[in-house]
Every structure is written in C-alpha cells, then in structure tokens.
C-alpha cells in the first residue's frame, strides 16, 4: 500500500491541555480523505501539524515517506492548503498574489497562474484587488493558489466555507477534477456532512482530539439500512396492529412515542392506512436511508444512534 500521509501517534498540547491524543492516519496516495468532527474536535490542529504551521508535542508526519521535520520546506513544496481563512495582501491584485506566491516557492510560469484563475472561475478578474472580492472569491483565489504549482497533495480546511450552492457545486467538480486528471490526493475538513458525502473517499471521525474510526464511504453505504419512522399516540396498539395485521416484526420503540420499523416491506403509505382504519392518531411518519450524518452522530454517541 502507497501512502502519501502517514501521521502515527500523534499528541498536541498546549500548557497542560491536550489538543490531539494519540492519533494515526494514514492516507493513501491518489485518496480524497476526509476529517469528521464537531467545532473544536481537533480537525484543524491535525491540518496545521500536516501542513507545518505547528509541530506534534509526540508522534511523526510523513509526508511521501518523508519525515516532516527532517525535511519541512522540501516536502511542503510538494503541497498546497488553506488552513482556516486565506490571507492576502489586500492592496494587491489576485495576479500579484500569485506572482508573490510563485516566487517564495521558486516558481514562475504565467501560463499556470492563469489556468489556476480560471480552474477557480476568477478569470478576467486578474487585475481586481483583493481587498475588492467577496468571501468566496477569496476563497476561490486560495484554491487556485493552492493549485498552482498542480502538487501532489492539497490539505484544505473548510474549502466550501463561505460558498453559495452553485459555488460549492463548482469546489466539489473541481476537487474531483483534479483528483482524477492530474491524481492530486486531498485532506479535507468540513461541517457539511452531506457536501463531504458527495466527494471523499474514506472518513477520519475526530471527536474531542481522539480518533474514533476510519471508514471508506463504499462501506458506510454498504452498512446503510432504510427504516421508517413514525411518531404516534398510542405505541402498545400501533407495534400492536403492525404485528398482527401487517405482520411485521423487525421494529423498535424509541422515546416512548417512536417507532422506528426496518422492514420496509409496506410503504410509509400502506403503514398509515393500517393504523388510521383503527383510529390510531399519527403525528409524523418518513421513511430515512442512513446517511454520512446519521454514521457520524452514531459514532460520537458512542455507537448508539438513538435520539
């Protein structure tokens, strides 16, 4: 197996508080990887040690098998990010910018700076200040500076933060895109759990520094089970009738008021015409598939995804 990460054992504190404990990933190579994990999880100090911006208290980051310390400016050459917000000189245009970026990095191929721009949808706007663009264009332009010199890995904390749907859309295609013409492998972070289901690979989920589990998204949908769920009046009678008229069995109650049936021989439709012709009052009733959502919030409860 071809690793472009290997982070092993890794533990952040800060005085006596203890950011990360004790975490390994290991990322293959040509993956989009993805951390999970509430505000204050630790997601972002993972991605700061990744990128160099702060070193492990313990623990070792390889980055294309080397060690990151030894040799930080070589291998994060071979690396683009976005840490939290992109910083840019304001008074400078996004080109400028770029231009300023290159040559820290002992690069310059103008031809590059503006297929970035126009890979990030900013074309035409070259010569626009930055203290003139929107959120999203900033955010845009930190892609495209990330991009740039097309490396190996791109760490991208929050990429879609400050997005409208459409430019969203747009971050997803374009992460796909160049994961798989150009095989840049991704870490990625995000709060929209739903957005990240849609274009990583495998799953970190980080809850309160620790790493929970590591899962690919084949086998979470390969997990998935559909259910219906409805909320009723009387339960006794209902789980009742559903037995005996419908003959259903593979049910649980939940909350006293809840049933949450996994047989989804009958559809939500046929369910309510059996209880309601014996005047069983429904308040709600839905059918769910378990998503990326549903996996995460499971995993923090400790396994127990009841509400």
Same mark, same amino acid.
């Given at each position: 197996?071809?690793?472009?990460?290997?982070?092993?054992?890794?533990?952040?504190?800060?005085?006596?508080?203890?950011?990360?404990?004790?975490?390994?990933?290991?990322?293959?190579?040509?993956?989009?990887?993805?951390?999970?994990?509430?505000?204050?999880?630790?997601?972002?100090?993972?991605?700061?040690?990744?990128?160099?911006?702060?070193?492990?208290?313990? %623990?070792?980051?390889?980055? $294309?098998?080397?060690?990151?310390?030894?040799?930080?400016?070589?291998?994060?050459? =071979? *690396? !683009?990010? #976005?840490?939290?917000?992109?910083?840019?000189?304001?008074?400078?245009?996004?080109?400028?910018?770029?231009?300023?970026?290159?040559?820290?990095?002992?690069?310059?191929?103008?031809?590059?700076?503006?297929?970035?721009?126009?890979?990030?949808?900013?074309?035409?706007?070259?010569?626009?200040?930055?203290?003139?663009?929107?959120?999203?264009?900033?955010?845009?332009?930190?892609?495209?500076?990330?991009?740039?010199?097309?490396?190996?890995?791109?760490?991208?904390?929050?990429?879609?933060?400050?997005?409208?749907?459409?430019?969203?859309?747009?971050?997803?295609?374009?992460?796909?895109?160049?994961?798989?013409?150009? %095989?840049?492998?991704?870490? $990625?972070?995000?709060?929209?759990?739903?957005?990240?289901?849609?274009?990583?690979? =495998? *799953? !970190?989920? #980080?809850?309160?520094?620790?790493?929970?589990?590591?899962?690919?998204?084949?086998?979470?949908?390969?997990?998935?089970?559909?259910?219906?769920?409805?909320?009723?009046?009387?339960?006794?009678?209902?789980?009742?009738?559903?037995?005996?008229?419908?003959?259903?069995?593979?049910?649980?109650?939940?909350?006293?008021?809840?049933?949450?049936?996994?047989?989804?021989?009958?559809?939500?439709?046929?369910?309510?015409?059996?209880?309601?012709?014996?005047?069983?009052?429904?308040?709600?009733?839905?059918?769910?598939?378990?998503?990326?959502?549903?996996?995460?919030?499971?995993?923090?409860?400790?396994?127990?995804?009841?509400?």
């Amino acid at each position: 197996m071809e690793y472009i990460v290997q982070m092993n054992r890794l533990t952040k504190k800060i005085k006596e508080k203890e950011l990360i404990s004790d975490i390994s990933i290991h990322i293959k190579k040509g993956e989009i990887y993805g951390l999970l994990g509430s505000n204050g999880a630790g997601k972002t100090t993972i991605l700061k040690m990744l990128t160099g911006i702060t070193r492990p208290t313990k %623990g070792e980051i390889l980055i $294309l098998n080397k060690r990151l310390a030894e040799q930080t400016k070589s291998v994060l050459a =071979r *690396v !683009g990010s #976005i840490i939290e917000y992109p910083v840019f000189f304001e008074h400078l245009t996004a080109f400028e910018n770029l231009k300023l970026h290159c040559e820290y990095l002992g690069f310059f191929d103008e031809h590059e700076m503006k297929q970035a721009l126009q890979l990030v949808n900013l074309k035409g706007i070259e010569e626009k200040t930055v203290k003139d663009f929107s959120l999203g264009m900033k955010q845009r332009l930190g892609i495209a500076r990330a991009i740039i010199t097309k490396p190996e890995l791109i760490v991208l904390d929050e990429p879609t933060n400050g997005l409208d749907p459409i430019g969203i859309k747009d971050m997803r295609h374009l992460i796909g895109m160049l994961n798989k013409e150009y %095989g840049m492998s991704f870490v $990625l972070s995000s709060h929209i759990l739903g957005e990240l289901e849609q274009i990583v690979d =495998r *799953v !970190g989920v #980080i809850h309160h520094g620790k790493l929970l589990n590591e899962i690919t998204l084949a086998d979470i949908r390969n997990e998935r089970s559909d259910y219906i769920e409805l909320v009723v009046t009387d339960v006794k009678q209902a789980v009742y009738l559903l037995e005996n008229d419908l003959h259903l069995s593979n049910m649980k109650i939940i909350q006293d008021r809840k049933i949450r049936i996994y047989d989804t021989t009958f559809t939500p439709n046929e369910i309510s015409k059996t209880l309601i012709l014996h005047d069983i009052e429904i308040e709600e009733i839905k059918k769910h598939s378990n998503s990326l959502e549903d996996y995460f919030y499971q995993q923090i409860n400790g396994g127990n995804g009841d509400d």
